[in-house]
C-alpha cells in the first residue's frame, strides 16, 4: 500500500515515520506527478496558508482537488484539516480548502502558542490516545454525514476533534508527534479494507 | 474538563516542527506582515529595524515596541515571533505578556548580560537562539532553547558565515556519532557542553530540536544552499525587504525552500527576480554580531 505525504512544508518526517512503522509505503508529493499510484494521501501539520500558497504554484491544487472528488482517502492533521475543512473562521480573506470534510474549523480556536497544550482524547470504546494540540484549529460545527471518532473536553463540554467524511479524516491535534501508532492504524487499515 | 498540559517541551518543540520547510520573514509593520503571509510564510518576526539597518544606524537595539507588536499579529493568521536583547529576561517577559508565539534571544540586538543567557525553562513561551557550533547550540538547549538557528552573520546579505555555522554543527556531531563510549566525556568538555545532550547526539545522530538557519539568506539559491546542507527551513531577515522587488523575492524564497532538492523550480524562481539587497563583504565588517553570545 502506498500512501502518500503532502510534502511542501510542516512535519512531514513525522508522519512519513508513524506509516513506515505500520509497514506501509510513504512517498513524498511535492509535484502532480507524485500523485499517481496512491492509495492515499496525508497532509501534514504545518502553516495552512503558507501550504496552500505551495500547492497552487506547484499545481498541486487542482489536480489534488480532482483526485479528492474522485474518492481518494485522505487524513489531515492540524493544518491539513484546514486545508480540507468545508468552512474556515478566522482565516485569512482569501482562505481556500478542497472543501470535501463537512465540518467549521476555527483557525487557532484554542488560542495562540501560550495556549497550545497535551492531553489524553478520547477515542469511542473509551481509549485514550495521546493529543499535541499546537496553535490548533478547533471544530466548531459537524455535517449531518460527519463521523466523530474522538472528542476532547477543553472545559466547556466534549467537541469533536478526530472526525471522517466517507474516507476523508481530519484531526485538530497532532497524533504524528507522539510515539502511538492508533490514529494512523485506524486510517491505514480503513483504506487497505477498500482494497 | 480532562486535565490539560501547556508549555511542555513537546508542545514548545512542536511549534518549530510545524515551521519546517518553511520561511520565517523579518517584519517592521504590517504592510510588510502582509506581504509575507500572502508570499507563503510560515512566520513572521517583529522587529523595529531589519539587521542590515540596524548595522548601518548602530547605537544600542533593543526589543521592539509593544505596539507595533501588537500591531503585526493584528494583521496575520501565522505565528508572529519578536526578540529580545541577549540576557534580558525582562524584556522576554515582556514579549510572554503580549503573547508572541516564539522569542528570539537575538544577537542582533545588543546583549544586556555579558555573562548570561535567558534562563529559558520557565517561560510558556518557546525560544530560538543562534549558534555557531554545536557547543554553543547545546548550552542553549540546556538552558531551554526549543529551536536553534544558525547565526550567521545578519543584515550582510553574504551567506558565507551561515554555511561555516551549518558545517560545523553538521561536522561535530559526526565527531560524536564517531567516538567511543570513553571518549564523550572529552568532548562534553572541549565542546563546554552537558554531558548527557552530548551522548543524545551521540545515540540520535541530531540535535534535540529543529535546526533552522539564519544570517545571510537573500536568494533563492542561498535558501536551497543551506537546506540541502542539513537546515530544515530558514529566517529571512534584510534579504526580501531590501531587494528590489520584495513580494516577487518573498514569494521566490519560499518556493526555493519547499522545493530546495529541485534544480529546475529554484531555477525558474530566481529568474527575473531584479537586485537581491546590496550586502557586505564580512572581512570588512566593524561589528560581528555572531560573536555576541557565547
Known sequence: MRVGVLALQGDVREHTRALERLGVSAPQVRLPEDLVNLDALVIPGGESTAIARLLEVSGLREDLAIRLHEGLPAFGTCAGLILLAEQILDGRSDQWSFACLDVTVRRNGYGRQTASFEAMVQLHDSVVVPGVFIRAPRITKVGADVEVLATHDHGDGPHAVLVKQGMVWGCSFHPELTEDLTIHRMFVESVEALR | MVQEKIATAQVKRGLADMLRGGVIMDV????????????????????????????????????????????????????????????????????????????????????????????????????????????????????????????????????????????????????????????????????????????????????????????????????????????????????????????????????????????????????????????????TLEQRFAERGW
Open chain 2, 28 to 283: 517592521v509593520n504590517p504592510e510588510q506582515a502582509k506581504i509575507a503571509e500572502d508570499a507563503g510564510a510560515v512566520a513572521v518576526m517583529a522587529l523595529e529595524r531589519v539587521p542590515s539597518d540596524i548595522r548601518r544606524d548602530g547605537g544600542v537595539a533593543r526589543m521592539s515596541d509593544p505596539q507595533m507588536i501588537r500591531e503585526i499579529q493584528a494583521s496575520v493568521t501565522i505565528p508572529v515571533m519578536a526578540k529580545a536583547r541577549i540576557g534580558h529576561f525582562a524584556e522576554a517577559q515582556i514579549l510572554q505578556a503580549l503573547d508572541v508565539d516564539y522569542i528570539d534571544e537575538s544577537e542582533v540586538l545588543t546583549p544586556a548580560d555579558e555573562a548570561n543567557h535567558i534562563d529559558k525553562w520557565p517561560f510558556t513561551v518557546p525560544f530560538v537562539c543562534g549558534a555557531t557550533n554545536l557547543g554553543e547550540a547545546l548550552r542553549r538547549i540546556a538552558e531551554g532553547a526549543c529551536l536553534i538557528r544558525s547565526k550567521g552573520e545578519a543584515g550582510t546579505g553574504n551567506i558565507v558565515e551561515a554555511v561555516r555555522h551549518l558545517r560545523m554543527i553538521r561536522q561535530q556531531i559526526a565527531q560524536i556519532q564517531a567516538a567511543d563510549a570513553g571518549e564523550i566525556y572529552a568532548m562534553a568538555k572541549n565542546l563546554a557542553a552537558p554531558l548527557d545532550l552530548v551522548r543524545e547526539i551521540a545515540a540520535t545522530g541530531k540535535l534535540p530540536v529543529p535546526l533552522f538557519c539564519a544570517g545571510g539568506i537573500s536568494t533563492p539559491a542561498d535558501a536551497s544552499l543551506v537546506m540541502q546542507m542539513g537546515a530544515e527551513a530558514v529566517f529571512v531577515g534584510s534579504g526580501i525587504f531590501k531587494s528590489s522587488d520584495p513580494e516577487l523575492m518573498a514569494k521566490a524564497i519560499v518556493e526555493a525552500t519547499a522545493h530546495f532538492n529541485n534544480a529546475e523550480i529554484v531555477a525558474k524562481v530566481s529568474t527575473g527576480l531584479g537586485a537581491a539587497m546590496k550586502g557586505f563583504e564580512t572581512s
